[in-house]
């Protein structure tokens, strides 16, 4: 064994006399690729005077260091420790090797090895380090809109392939020059090894058009970055409407604060309700525009930059089109050089607008547009002007959304700064593929322990869209190296992606019910074995019964279900008309509850045609083209609309966010309800609303006020769930509930549903990673498959 003589400047240390010298080889695995790893490593290492190397594997990164033992244990704390912000370490492993006299400390060429596979990084913000360097004008990337770095910058929406590396990404065609070089080869540098390294010499540029233009072939060459957003901002200035291409795709920006901008916007993209999410120059800008919590305040800083959706402040200078209706608004800060720069020119300047609407670049329903010529051409009517770049996106990612509850943050969009970051289930799986729901489709792949969700794809409702599904598949499969055994997708035969899902060569399938999808996803994302209650409230999932639940009380465990209570059964009038018009489903309530020759004049129906109202009730009475739903969707559009609050809907859950909206906080009472045994064969409990129903009527009749009752609908139906849990419980002795469903999205439901469980001494699951909404269904697909395979099903 050799010894050395220990060479730390701490004076403590400096007195050990002689310690023996160990080597130690390191796999560090999870998230450590792109991500300013290796530098940090080496930068840790040279600081306790180790000697040894780092490389990059596909699937991590090791390590082996060599030194004195307290400077090998300092090394392995602090490699955990002080990780660079973007790492997410998933294990590090370590074991004992001879020691061998080295003196230096390297990092060396990256090995691969087939099978492996590495995790891809998710795209990040800009830091605070490159805003300085954007905003510094004696800075060489002084308004330079693509500056990165490796704590920052693109990653999943660049990468074509695994390794990580610059051939492997749109970047691949920009050779830098020899000052980013040298940067890049630089170990001590900020930027070494960061592979989307640009500057305003070798990198990518920008453009400015306006529409019609042809796109010719020196379009980008000469041009100055700083001019053209500086033009850039007098045309929003002026209310124009920019296509700007981003990140992860296009987006559409006006002034939030020009309500003739906001309402052109509206008008062009067919957009007359659905809420636009706004981005907001910096942190103290968004307080004085919304109400922020603790749990807002750190999703907004996050370097993943969500859209934060937060309770709106009435006297903000806000367009009233931003969000009609809404008392919420979806905000987000600038995570890319552009973004920021779109504000001012510099972190010291005055911005000329505190907000721009930021939605995405897209016709209505098709993925967002991410190719120059395509947004040309397709957003063509919405857009006056287009920024355009030429650095392609080679994976479309939106921009994820998340609400705060209870403290922390809850996904409601899974993209642009999550994907394709894996979740760790702590168990071992099967090489699975889930093709997840019809509508707020992702799909998901599991592999070794994790799951990795797709971005959002979006509803499965064209070809566009499908399209996208299939390219993004194929990518996420290539980059993880997933083989998949057997696949898993919705119970529903018509659905898009069951259809797609039978097109595929895989034998092994799994045929999932939507609901037990939702609560199975929520074990997963809580580490939950066993037996739950499981309550899924949402829209639509088609039931084994052939009726459209939504409305439901489950026994689920990962592998099965059985269903223990639904809410009563109504006839859905005209299927996808019923969504559209909530008035219709108000009119099924009534009959259910009234009877047909007892329906009361309310005002809620005023504005609908009497041919109509008669053809619907005809239909209702005569059973023709209806089908029985338990939805709990549908019931919070049929509240909606007899309180008037909504008689048709442009967009899905439109009519249950104005009852939300509406009710009014800290009001206490219910109406009453009944839990009824189903039919004689089942144990199924049936929830009747109706009692619920002729309550509402008559606070209606009485005139009571509209925010009363609403809070009171709210209070019933979160009293009847605890009720329900209760009674399984009786018989099971289950503590554990799971709440998934879209339904739940709804804070004020959620949050009384919550608090009346725990009551009850129930133990309370929510989503937080993974959407309470269709979004999260692949999560819950994949591993009720995974189960069955695993207990040999
Ligand atoms: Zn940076
Ligand atoms: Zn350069």
Partial sequence: MRWFRSRFPDPAMATLPIAPVVRRLIHVKGIVQGVGFRPFVYALAQSLSLSGHVFNTSSGVTIEVEGGPAAVDLFLGKLSADAPDLAEIAGVYVSILDSRGEVAFSILPSKGRPGDYALVSPDAGTCDACWSDVGDPLNRRFGYPFTNCTHCGPRYSIIHGVPYDRTSTTMAHFTMCPQCAAEYADPADRRFHAQPNACPVCGPSLALVPRGEALGPDLFAGRNSLEILHQARALLHQGKILAIKGLGGFLLACDASNQAAVAEMRWRKQRPAKPFALMVRDYAAVQSLCQVSSGDEASLLHLRRPIVVMPRDPTAPLADAIAPGNNTVGVMLPYTPLHYLLFSDSPDHASEFPALVMTSGNLSEEPIVVSNSAAMQQLHSVADWFILHNRDIAMRVDDSVVRSFEGRERVLRRSRGYVPHALDLGRPLS???????????????????????????????????????????????????????????????????????????????????????????????????????????????????????????????????????????????????????????????????????????????DSIAPSQLELVDAMLAKRIQTVETSSAGRLFDAVAALLNLSSEVTFEGQAAIALEMAAAPHTSGRYPFDLQPGASSSHIMIVDLRATIVGIVQDIAAGRPVAEIAARFHNTLSAAIAEVCSRIRIGDGMRRVCLSGGTFQNLYLLHRTAVELRRRDFKVFLHASVPANDGGISLGQAVIANQILHNGG
């Fill in 431 to 605: 090489q699975i593929v889930a093709f997840g729901a019809e509508l707020k489709n992702t799909f998901c792949l599991t592999k070794g322990r994790h799951a990795i969700l797709s971005q959002h794809i979006g509803d499965l409702q064209n070809f566009e869209t499908e399209e996208f599904f299939q390219e993004t598949l194929a990518r996420m499969k290539a980059l993880f190296r997933v083989e998949p055994c057997a696949l898993a997708h919705d119970l529903h035969p018509e659905y898009r992606s069951t259809r797609l899902a039978l097109a595929s060569s895989i034998e092994r399938r799994f045929a999932i019910q939507h609901h037990h999808a939702h609560i199975a996803s929520c074990m997963a994302e809580n580490h939950l074995d066993g037996e739950v209650i499981g309550v899924a409230f949402d829209g639509t999932g088609y039931g084994p019964d052939g009726c459209i639940w939504g409305g439901e009380f489950l026994v689920a465990s990962l592998a099965q279900f059985s269903r223990r209570a639904h809410l009563r059964y109504v006839p859905l009038p005209g299927g996808d008309a019923a969504v559209r018009q909530p008035w219709r489903m108000a009119l099924s309530y009534l009959r259910d509850a009234l009877g047909s020759g007892n329906l009361p004049q309310l005002r809620c129906f």
